[in-house]
């Protein structure tokens, strides 16, 4: 009989930024890693989210032992209030405090079973899924609390990494956990999962130490009011700035409810420390002068209810910008927000702000690991099967190359995208088939109605617009009543295009009055329209507006 | 009685990258240096081109004595094609030599005055246009043949840049000529008006050069074919290919009809040159051994109906990727284009390419001064006062703080928007008021026909798509015959959401059924079913789309 194998299934994260989600099966016992959202594209006309396709799960439910969240971040907890309802049963999802925490946050805004089974694990303690036996260690990140994975399974030991970088000097927490990782390389490892996000960027990432001291030196000098924004989840740049500003006696104000709820969480849970009481409402700051103050707000990424855009579009209810502020985009560009981004430092300038953004000045360092670290990690944990996680194909092809710099042979480096399944032995790893994955659209309420239909005609919309041709059809005679009444949406200014859009209801005349002597068809009716009105406007505008006939009998 | 004053008034291309057009006017005598166009936005939906708004000259087209091209990119000529037309007067148009049959090949492709009155002008050379002498000068660009012009006025000398960096090893033409502006330093400028597009970065551009020996040594290494991606209007990074080509004894081919076009013009100019004989067909390449071979092609900017984007999606007729293909991206992604060049590059990868992007071996050089290039023109230079063009206001905010860092009076430096007049005397320089600017929309044949509303549209149908309901109302009693019949786009998938459709059906009914005995107010009825459906919609989906209903009497 054939022994039995460990499947790994990606539904998410390899082949796409985002949507994390791993699968991890052995005969009957599943577990899951990260159920990450993502946020749409450009051509994800109107969709809000984007959450991996689960059916894979939905036929094997029984057989799911646990969730195991690696960090807080939206792209590896933000699908699990539309997932859990999908798997409607009582799945155990384990991470450590603050993740926890975020989790249940995120559960109650959506509603979505508050009552989830959240167990918070402390790295280093181990603890049983079914056969697995799993225990977390600590990696850095851009959020407190993130872990790695060891996984021991009867074939061997997984080591999955999470999202990381590695810093010596972390602002907050402990420097990923090295140590562990070359003990488990001298023990042996069957396979490494390592994040992939920036084995575009040569060298090394830079610690978070180094912006602390860039802030603090912006902070120092800033002639009048200094507003940082970032991420809220980016705890230990609050810290930073904090310190720096209590360095300076300056008071610091949280902008916009969503930093301030992290803030008093963190500030709560022990993640953040306060102990000068720099920290002030901003009704408190009234008097103080302009040198004195510093402003925390999220709008990094240009979104458009944030509070910094909304100061930048003076459409903010209580902070203006004033000639001498110095305004700091602490934080790196997600791609496709760039355009955004600039329209909001192009209106901060034009009001007399002093912008650092593009970090000049190093005032920001980013959370993965740049490709020297990525071979260190390789180096120490020394796995006999890589697997490049975390990454558009492009990323994972990078750090497959650089597994191979380090001198694994070519056959034991896996360049999965999602939806591959991987069956491995202690000996053997190989792709044996593909299970459906892929996008599922969040759009408003609904999860999964929106599929490749709508959205392609919400595409054709937005090119040239809609046309809509009323037609009235004598019921007895089967002939044209009257003149069609035509109306367009997005396709020509009405006005100015009059004469034309006079000229194809005439032609429509024309094209169905042909001594009709039976009774109207409906089907020739419309393509005929439809194919006479096409011509005709791509003739006169070279465009192809959506064109819908519509007949009435009277 | 007041001096006559000098105006300039940028059209375009000051508050944004593109478009380029600048207006210049004293008394009765107006030029016009570049016509440029810009690529659409991600807002523009269906907005093919933007070009510049030209209300201003309309209303002094007679008072138009020339335009003057500084080089032939289409953010600096594209607009001539459609503004020509408009102008409808016989003006000169000077340029250098190949500018000029860049021109020459643009009028053609468009039809627009095949005959227009083109001037090749020699750099050196002065010529008059009313009271204004002109004389190009020498600048380093990412195209042969760009110049900087010289303005001498009534007033003084004026210097424009025009696209330029600062290059004292470039591979075709000459470097930027320092020599002459270090010159008018001395004589005295009244106002200089340098390139702010790369204001940003810190240092000096590197020369093209750089280029020069890194595709030297990847050409030396690749074990199969290369194909380099780049601009085709980028002779020199083209000469550079054919120059290392040589040297390992490959042969090149140019693949993709635009390029081969620039390419040939190139040659019988002699701005490029093949004295080895290495250009071939493609057909000429069978049976060469791979490591012989190198494409030269289009598509660096993702482009999708480029040579490049083709073979990457397997959509080429003549070109596939082999396993140990080199591809080349030897170019920087103009931003905006970000995620389709990466989905290219994840393509070609997928397929079994290596592929060197976003610069890792300096195989692309750009084509702008970075900030101590432009601290160096503005030192030699030593203009009275300095206005930053070409860029969005953070570039043109940027480079003001550079030219305030070398020592010019704040008062002396003028960050102007498109539109804004400035009114300049030998002692000052003020903004003076400001007129009709902006985006002029090319949507297939028409230009300046889409407006904010069709925009507006579009947007509203591209985020919830369209809902469609016709409804039959009896011509005597005025109530409603049979259920109103509801058609969507790009709103549900309309089988899954069936149920709720007919329910809205219903819904229509019962607004409308509510014993009516007046003959019914379409007005009324519109308003009333809008309403009704808006409502029951977001409810139901937390959506709004476009509703529409028509109302046939029968």
């Given at each position: 009989m054939a022994k039995p194998r460990l499947k790994i299934i990606p539904l998410g994260g390899l082949g796409e930024i985002g949507k994390n989600m791993m699968v991890m099966e052995y005969e009957n016992d599943i577990i899951i890693i990260d159920a990450g959202l993502m946020f749409p594209e450009e051509e994800m006309f109107g969709v809000d989210l984007v959450i991996p396709d689960i059916t894979y799960l939905l036929e094997k439910r029984e057989h799911i032992r646990g969730i195991i969240i690696t960090h807080g971040h939206e792209d590896h907890i933000g699908a699990l209030p539309y997932l859990l309802p999908q798997l409607d049963i009582d799945v155990p999802i384990y991470s450590t405090k603050l993740t926890s925490g975020l989790i249940s946050v995120k559960l109650k805004e959506r509603r979505a079973r508050a009552k989830a089974d959240l167990k918070v694990m402390p790295t280093g303690e181990?603890?049983?899924?079914?056969?697995?036996r799993i225990e977390f260690f600590t990696v850095t990140h851009s959020i407190p609390d993130a872990v790695g994975i060891i996984i021991h399974t009867p074939l061997g030991i997984i080591v999955h990494s999470g999202d990381f970088k590695i810093d010596y000097t972390p602002v907050s927490g402990q420097p990923t956990d090295m140590a562990r990782l070359a003990q488990l390389g001298t023990q042996g490892v069957l396979l490494l999962m390592s994040d992939s996000t920036y084995a575009e960027l040569p060298g090394y990432t830079p610690s978070e130490k180094v912006v602390g001291e860039?802030?603090?030196?912006?902070?120092?000098?800033?002639?009048?009011?200094?507003?940082?924004?970032?991420?809220?989840?980016?705890?230990?740049?609050?810290?930073?700035?904090?310190?720096?500003?209590?360095?300076?006696?300056?008071?610091?104000?949280?902008?916009?409810?969503?930093?301030?709820?992290?803030?008093?969480?963190?500030?709560?849970?022990?993640?953040?420390?306060?102990?000068?009481?720099?920290?002030?409402?901003?009704?408190?700051?009234?008097?103080?002068?302009?040198?004195?103050?510093?402003?925390?707000?999220?709008?990094?990424?240009?979104?458009?209810?944030?509070?910094?855009?909304?100061?930048?579009?003076?459409?903010?209810?209580?902070?203006?910008?004033?000639?001498?502020d110095t305004v700091v985009f602490s934080a790196s560009p997600i791609p496709g927000n760039e355009a955004v981004i600039?329209?909001?430092?192009?209106?901060?300038?034009?009001?007399?702000?002093?912008?650092?953004?593009?970090?000049?000045?190093?005032?920001?360092?980013?959370?993965?690991?740049?490709?020297?670290?990525?071979?260190?990690?390789?180096?120490?944990?020394?796995?006999?099967?890589?697997?490049?996680?975390?990454?558009?194909?492009?990323?994972?092809?990078?750090?497959?190359?650089?597994?191979?710099?380090?001198?694994?042979?070519?056959?034991?480096?896996?360049?999965?995208?999602?939806?591959?399944?991987?069956?491995?032995?202690?000996?053997?790893?190989?792709?044996?088939?593909?299970?459906?994955?892929?996008?599922?659209?969040?759009?408003?309420?609904?999860?999964?109605?929106?599929?490749?239909?709508?959205?392609?005609?919400?595409?054709?919309?937005?090119?040239?617009?809609?046309?809509?041709?009323?037609?009235?059809?004598?019921?007895?005679?089967?002939?044209?009543?009257?003149?069609?009444?035509?109306?367009?949406?997005?396709?020509?200014d009405s006005r100015e295009s009059k004469e034309m859009l006079d000229a194809s209801r005439d032609l429509v005349v024309r094209a169905l009055d042909h001594g009709n002597d039976r009774p109207a068809d409906w089907g020739?009716?419309?393509?005929?329209?439809?194919?006479?009105?096409?011509?005709?406007?791509?003739?006169?505008?070279?465009?192809?507006?959506?064109?819908?006939?519509?007949m009435v009998k009277v």
């Amino acid at each position: 009989m054939a022994k039995p194998r460990l499947k790994i299934i990606p539904l998410g994260g390899l082949g796409e930024i985002g949507k994390n989600m791993m699968v991890m099966e052995y005969e009957n016992d599943i577990i899951i890693i990260d159920a990450g959202l993502m946020f749409p594209e450009e051509e994800m006309f109107g969709v809000d989210l984007v959450i991996p396709d689960i059916t894979y799960l939905l036929e094997k439910r029984e057989h799911i032992r646990g969730i195991i969240i690696t960090h807080g971040h939206e792209d590896h907890i933000g699908a699990l209030p539309y997932l859990l309802p999908q798997l409607d049963i009582d799945v155990p999802i384990y991470s450590t405090k603050l993740t926890s925490g975020l989790i249940s946050v995120k559960l109650k805004e959506r509603r979505a079973r508050a009552k989830a089974d959240l167990k918070v694990m402390p790295t280093g303690e181990k603890f049983n899924l079914g056969i697995f036996r799993i225990e977390f260690f600590t990696v850095t990140h851009s959020i407190p609390d993130a872990v790695g994975i060891i996984i021991h399974t009867p074939l061997g030991i997984i080591v999955h990494s999470g999202d990381f970088k590695i810093d010596y000097t972390p602002v907050s927490g402990q420097p990923t956990d090295m140590a562990r990782l070359a003990q488990l390389g001298t023990q042996g490892v069957l396979l490494l999962m390592s994040d992939s996000t920036y084995a575009e960027l040569p060298g090394y990432t830079p610690s978070e130490k180094v912006v602390g001291e860039a802030l603090d030196s912006v902070i120092a000098q800033a002639p009048g009011r200094v507003i940082v924004a970032t991420f809220s989840s980016l705890i230990s740049r609050i810290q930073q700035v904090i310190d720096a500003a209590a360095k300076y006696q300056r008071r610091v104000s949280i902008v916009g409810r969503s930093m301030q709820d992290t803030v008093r969480m963190s500030l709560e849970l022990g993640y953040l420390n306060d102990t000068d009481g720099v920290l002030a409402r901003l009704d408190e700051l009234r008097g103080l002068p302009r040198n004195k103050i510093v402003f925390v707000t999220t709008g990094s990424q240009g979104e458009p209810t944030s509070a910094l855009v909304r100061i930048a579009n003076r459409d903010h209810h209580q902070l203006h910008i004033i000639r001498g502020d110095t305004v700091v985009f602490s934080a790196s560009p997600i791609p496709g927000n760039e355009a955004v981004i600039h329209r909001t430092v192009n209106s901060l300038f034009k009001q007399g702000a002093q912008v650092l953004y593009r970090g000049q000045e190093q005032v920001h360092v980013h959370g993965h690991a740049s490709q020297e670290e990525l071979k260190l990690v390789l180096n120490v944990v020394k796995p006999k099967f890589f697997m490049p996680i975390h990454g558009e194909y492009r990323h994972l092809q990078l750090h497959a190359n650089l597994a191979q710099s380090v001198g694994l042979p070519g056959e034991n480096i896996l360049v999965l995208e999602d939806g591959d399944i991987l069956e491995l032995s202690p000996q053997a790893a190989k792709i044996t088939g593909k299970t459906s994955c892929g996008n599922v659209y969040v759009d408003g309420l609904s999860v999964g109605d929106i599929g490749s239909v709508v959205l392609r005609d919400r595409k054709m919309l937005s090119r040239d617009g809609i046309v809509m041709v009323i037609i009235a059809i004598n019921r007895q005679s089967g002939k044209l009543v009257g003149r069609p009444d035509i109306v367009t949406r997005g396709f020509v200014d009405s006005r100015e295009s009059k004469e034309m859009l006079d000229a194809s209801r005439d032609l429509v005349v024309r094209a169905l009055d042909h001594g009709n002597d039976r009774p109207a068809d409906w089907g020739f009716i419309n393509n005929k329209v439809r194919d006479v009105l096409n011509n005709f406007y791509y003739e006169q505008t070279k465009r192809r507006p959506m064109i819908f006939p519509f007949m009435v009998k009277v």
